[in-house]
């Protein structure tokens, strides 16, 4: 991470490819501020740009005076779809402290002297869009976790989490309480249905997203017709010796009732070791991932270094998997703003947070996993995978710090009763802190 983002924004960051944009840099603090009347220099360098020799990189450069509003403003055309790194020198008359006659000998300016920041140019089909950041796969006491649904969804919203859903095991319960406390909560993060499906038992795993109701609630009220309907299923299976065939019509019964009920349905942990062996068998996952039986893979932190491996060896074949990423977590961490849950997160690009535009873009392979085992690695397609590796060096280290206020804000708020107004209020600035950054980061 470039700690230059929290000393400087740049308005916007996120321009149209192939256009001429009008840019400024905000300087954040008295250590960032341009003096008026001063000239300074502005290198742009496009990142993908094709080049033969280092030493002589294709580079345009401004001359810029502050502003009115002691911005730095200038106008270019940013070129394709890719990352423009921004060079900014401050001249040599811009002495950065009262005292820097005593200090000279200690070095000009600190990290302030010459400034690196960038933009990121998108083509038509992303300009327009956010990205989001999401949970998809966690629990708590309400199933086998440690903290209740109001702590869990704080703890994410102060990791910047956008959308989420709690996916307890059998039930859908803590989710629609969230859904039910921050229904009207003045916060930018979008509370989905979830439940994680074990249908007919718990020998099936599979994660159930934004329905209108549970499945797991279907099943256990109407089950002649649910093993009516799986044995139709089965009766028209044709599969491999080594696929059990009534373990895979359970598996297409949910993933069409997710369909049924508006949501989606995610196959997940298949590479989770359980009794020294995978939790699926391999050969049934692969028939699952090339008959697209259900709308994403997730990457399930843990044991994804597997399922990484088997997606990949199939979109080589040419199969479309759409992806997410998930910590399935059992508890959060309140004091760590940068990891809510030990694991891994989903992102996707969409023009909004409804879920309507979470689930489409999750089915045009619009989202990704992003691994936190040891550092943020981003798994996707190569173009979204540098556009996300962008935001996280760039845009989410700010959102994050703004987004933390928040969470602890909304684990006050009281299960059966309405929030007080200060509580309200309260919250309601913090979240127009944090959205007025993103509007000022995407320019729209």
């Given at each position: 991470m470039?700690?230059?983002?929290?000393?400087?924004?740049?308005?916007?960051?996120?321009?149209?490819?192939?256009?001429?944009?009008?840019?400024?840099?905000?300087?954040?603090?008295?250590?960032?501020?341009?003096?008026?009347g001063?000239?300074?220099?502005?290198?742009?360098?496009?990142?993908?740009s094709?080049?033969?020799?280092?030493?002589?990189?294709?580079?345009?450069?401004?001359?810029?005076?502050?502003?009115?509003?002691?911005?730095?403003?200038?106008?270019?055309?940013?070129?394709?779809?890719?990352?423009?790194?921004?060079?900014?020198?401050?001249?040599?008359?811009?002495?950065?402290?009262p005292?820097?006659?005593?200090?000279?000998?200690?070095?000009?300016?600190?990290?302030?002297?010459?400034?690196?920041?960038?933009?990121?140019?998108?083509?038509?089909?992303?300009y327009?869009?956010r990205?989001?950041?999401?949970e998809?796969?966690?629990?708590?006491?309400?199933?086998?976790?440690?903290?209740?649904?109001?702590?869990?969804?704080?703890?994410?919203?102060?990791a910047?989490?956008?959308?989420?859903?709690?996916?307890d095991?059998?039930?859908?319960?803590?989710?629609?309480?969230?859904m039910?406390?921050?229904?009207?909560?003045?916060?930018?993060?979008?509370?989905?249905?979830g439940?994680?499906?074990?249908?007919?038992?718990?020998?099936?795993?599979?994660?159930?997203?934004?329905?209108?109701?549970?499945i797991?609630?279907?099943?256990?009220?109407?089950?002649?017709?649910?093993?009516?309907?799986?044995?139709?299923?089965?009766?028209?299976?044709?599969?491999?010796?080594?696929?059990?065939?009534?373990?895979?019509?359970?598996?297409?019964?949910?993933?069409?009732?997710?369909?049924?009920f508006?949501?989606?349905?995610?196959?997940?942990?298949p590479?989770?070791?359980?009794?020294n062996?995978?939790?699926?068998?391999?050969?049934?996952?692969?028939?699952?991932?090339?008959?697209?039986?259900?709308?994403a893979?997730?990457?399930?932190?843990?044991?994804m270094?597997?399922a990484?491996?088997?997606?990949?060896?199939?979109?080589?074949?040419?199969?479309?998997?759409?992806?997410?990423?998930?910590?399935?977590?059992?508890?959060?961490?309140?004091?760590?703003?940068?990891?809510?849950?030990?694991?891994?997160?989903?992102?996707?690009f969409?023009?909004?947070?409804?879920?309507?535009?979470?689930?489409a873009?999750?089915?045009?392979?619009?989202?990704?996993?992003?691994?936190?085992?040891?550092?943020?690695?981003?798994?996707?397609?190569?173009?979204?995978?540098?556009?996300?590796?962008?935001?996280?060096?760039?845009?989410?280290?700010?959102?994050?710090?703004?987004?933390?206020?928040?969470?602890t804000?909304?684990?006050?708020?009281?299960?059966?009763?309405?929030?007080?107004?200060?509580?309200?209020?309260?919250?309601?600035?913090?979240?127009?802190?944090?959205?007025?950054?993103?509007?000022?980061?995407?320019?729209y």
């Open positions: 470039n700690s230059q983002i929290f000393n400087y924004i740049v308005r916007p960051s996120i321009v149209r490819a192939d256009a001429e944009t009008t840019v400024a840099i905000h300087p954040l603090g008295e250590n960032g501020a341009f003096k008026q001063l000239t300074y220099t502005i290198s742009i360098r496009a990142v993908d094709a080049h033969a020799f280092y030493d002589a990189l294709p580079t345009t450069v401004y001359e810029c005076t502050p502003n009115d509003s002691g911005d730095l403003v200038f106008t270019h055309r940013f070129e394709g779809e890719q990352k423009h790194v921004i060079l900014l020198k401050r001249p040599d008359e811009d002495m950065r402290s005292y820097y006659e005593i200090n000279n000998h200690r070095g000009r300016f600190g990290e302030n002297a010459s400034v690196t920041l960038a933009v990121y140019s998108l083509a038509e089909d992303l327009g869009m990205c989001y950041k999401g998809v796969h966690c629990h708590t006491y309400e199933s086998d976790g440690i903290q209740d649904a109001v702590h869990t969804v704080a703890n994410y919203r102060s910047g989490y956008d959308f989420m859903a709690i996916t095991h059998f039930t859908s319960y803590a989710s629609e309480k969230a039910r406390v921050f229904g009207n909560a003045p916060v930018s993060m979008t509370l989905m249905l439940e994680e499906v074990h249908v007919p038992t718990e020998s099936i795993h599979i994660v159930h997203l934004g329905g209108k109701s549970s797991n609630a279907y099943f256990r009220e109407h089950r002649e017709e649910a093993y009516a309907a799986v044995a139709d299923i089965e009766a028209e299976l044709n599969l491999p010796a080594d696929i059990n065939a009534n373990d895979y019509a359970w598996r297409i019964f949910i993933a069409r009732k997710a369909k049924e508006g949501g989606l349905s995610f196959l997940t942990h590479f989770w070791v359980w009794s062996v995978y939790f699926m068998a391999v050969p049934a996952t692969k028939q699952l991932l090339r008959e697209a039986i259900h709308d893979l997730d990457l399930r932190d843990d044991d270094e597997a990484v491996a088997l997606w990949a060896d199939l979109r080589a074949e040419g199969v479309r998997i759409p992806i997410v990423g998930s910590t399935d977590s059992h508890r959060t961490n309140p004091d760590n703003p940068n990891l809510a849950a030990k694991g891994g997160y989903t992102l996707v969409a023009p909004d947070r409804s879920p309507a535009s979470i689930f873009a999750i089915r045009d392979e619009r989202s990704l996993c992003v691994s936190t085992k040891s550092d943020e690695f981003v798994y996707g397609s190569h173009r979204l995978v540098k556009l996300a590796r962008f935001l996280l060096d760039h845009y989410y280290p700010m959102y994050k710090k703004l987004c933390w206020g928040q969470g804000v909304m684990s006050e708020f009281p299960v059966s009763e309405t929030p007080d107004d200060e509580l309200v209020n309260l919250l309601a600035a913090l979240n127009k802190r944090s959205e007025q950054f993103a509007k000022e980061f995407f320019g």
